[in-house]
């Protein structure tokens, strides 16, 4: 198994004890290996640095960890780089809900207004973040794991050499909720999700998403003639028998846009609030995790669950123990999906060995939801391209192509309060 050097940027957050646990649990496949915590919190990447040991001491991981808020030593002579960092924490975040909604417009992590601003902030990270590792682990593998991890890959594919692929479990979950959803047995689902990040399709090929070894999609069909009482759920199955195929949960945004506002504006918080809420009894768990003789991550406990960023380290895995694998990942098109750019960041299904991430060819996204996927690629590349060297003229043009903003004095509204509120965090040429 491979012995390699990993840093971790961003192993001082709430999911960062969970995404360690995740390395532990696949401590074979990584004996010997090293990780280095990063964070700009010393007083938190302490207490997650100080837990990882004594999980991985517990439980027998030939891991060594060890922790610093020097990135640039972090990333000395490291062979993979594992990102999932959010600059402003979930008050950012909270910003990212907040002032959108105020306008009517979908305030939400990764969609809108609100992901935008994400991703120029969470860019202006990265832009720094791969110049370090040009000079000091060049050739090293970014996996990146913060959102929008498509809008991220765009622009460190575009303006550097460092590889890049972008994660998320979205691919792998959306088929097996929606089967929940329906009342199927959710191990029974086989579907290749592809198309962009948190917009991926069931794609037709290879005789479109199965159940138990029929047609899914008629099987759907049936549950929603038969009555399903769920709103959410009669929403999401109605979208899939629509379209002819499973979408990503986020679609809600855009084919039930007035529905999901009015929720999203009767709510007395906002995603973000929800979370902060929660945070001290994750630190909190944590801390009492220290002293435990055998420390056990909580689900209810801890942030995301007990193992975290799973699809990361099982694509590290692939890549440093060649093992020829598919994964579902954010890489550069080169000509695999037809329907994209080959310069465009797809979500599809790749092969994972030790040459790298590589795009399974062969693939188109579904007619009925290409225009919608055109229109969002094409956002994809304005704010990438913005976030890493435009200024507000080229932020507003990618702002207003966003199809949940689309109109110019919206956009202008919105680029206004959102610059100001999240001035501490982007470059002066974004103001």
């Known amino acids: 198994m ?6 971790y940027i961003g192993g001082g957050s709430t999911r960062a004890p969970g995404t360690v646990a995740s390395f532990i649990r696949q401590a074979a496949n990584f004996a010997g290996s090293e990780i280095v915590l990063q964070d700009l919190d010393p007083e938190r990447l302490d207490l997650v640095c100080r837990l990882s040991k004594r999980m991985a001491q517990a439980q027998g ?14 990333l000395e002579g490291c ?3 594992l990102s999932s960092y959010r600059p402003g924490g979930f008050e950012a975040r909270y910003q990212d809900e907040r002032i959108p909604l105020s306008h009517g417009a979908t305030g939400q992590e990764t969609q809108g207004a609100g992901g935008f601003f994400m991703a120029l902030r969470a860019i202006a990270v990265a832009k720094d973040l791969v110049a370090d590792m040009e000079a000091v682990c060049p050739n090293a ?12 890959a765009q622009a460190v594919a575009d303006h550097s050499p460092i590889r890049v692929v972008s994660l998320c479990e979205g691919p792998i979950v959306f088929p097996r909720e929606i089967a929940e959803l329906a009342g199927l047995d959710p191990a029974k689902v086989r579907a290749v999700m592809l198309g962009l990040n948190h917009a991926c399709w069931s794609a037709h090929e290879d005789g479109g998403p199965q159940y138990d070894g029929q047609a899914m999609i008629p099987l759907l ?6 009555g399903i009482q769920d709103e959410w759920a009669r929403r999401w199955i109605s979208l899939a028998v629509a379209m002819d195929s499973l979408p990503a949960s986020y679609m809600k945004y855009y084919y039930f846009e007035s529905e999901m506002l009015a929720e999203l504006r009767a709510k007395s918080t906002t995603r973000a609030q929800d979370i902060l809420a929660d945070v001290p009894s994750y630190w909190q ?13 909580q689900p209810e406990l801890s942030r995301g669950g007990i193992f975290e960023l799973e699809v990361a380290v099982d694509v590290m895995d692939a890549v440093f123990n060649d ?12 000509g695999a999906i037809r329907d994209f750019a080959d310069s465009q960041v797809v979500e599809v299904p790749c092969i994972v060995n030790a040459q790298g991430v590589r795009p399974i060819s062969g693939y188109r996204v579904p007619a009925p939801v290409r225009g919608l996927l055109h229109a969002l690629g094409e956002y994809q590349q304005l704010a990438a391209d913005a976030a890493w060297n435009g200024g507000r003229r080229e932020a507003l043009r990618a702002l207003s192509a966003n199809p949940l903003v689309r109109t110019l004095p ?21 103001w």
């Not at 491979?2 to 840093?7: D, G, P, R, T």
């Not at 991981?61 to 030593?73: H, N, V």
């Open 2 to 7: 491979a012995s390699v050097k990993l840093a």
């Open 61 to 74: 991981a030939d891991l060594k960890i060890s922790a610093t808020t020097d990135r640039r030593a972090a």
């Open 79 to 81: 062979d993979g780089v």
């Open 141 to 152: 593998t970014l996996f990146n794991y913060t959102n929008p991890v498509n809008i991220v």
């Open 221 to 226: 069909a049936r549950k929603l003639a038969e």
């Open 285 to 297: 768990h944590y801390r009492e995790q220290l002293d435990a003789p055998n420390p056990t991550l």
């Open 323 to 334: 093992k020829n694998e598919v994964w579902p990942t954010n890489v550069v098109n080169g």
């Open 410 to 430: 919206l956009a202008e509204a919105l680029y206004d309060e959102l610059s100001a509120a999240h001035r501490a965090h982007l470059p002066e040429r974004l």
